[in-house]
């Protein structure tokens, strides 16, 4: 079966990480609010895809 989507998620403040994605081909899809927990705080997530047709 061959891949036909991918997907990334990253933290909202690393912008270098985005970047990469943006440069790659992928889409941001969204912004998860709160979604990851580390060292006691709340982070927001972006969601980046890419469809590979």
């Known amino acids: 079966m061959p891949i036909v989507r991918l997907h990334a ?3 909202a403040s690393n912008a270098r990480s985005a970047k990469v994605l943006d440069k790659v081909g992928f ?3 969204g912004c998860l609010q709160k979604a990851i927990y580390k ?3 709340f982070y ?3 969601v980046y895809g890419k469809v590979i047709a």
């Open 27 to 29: 889409v941001q899809e």
């Open 39 to 41: 060292q006691g705080d």
């Open 9 to 11: 998620v990253v933290f």
């Open 44 to 46: 927001n997530a972006l």
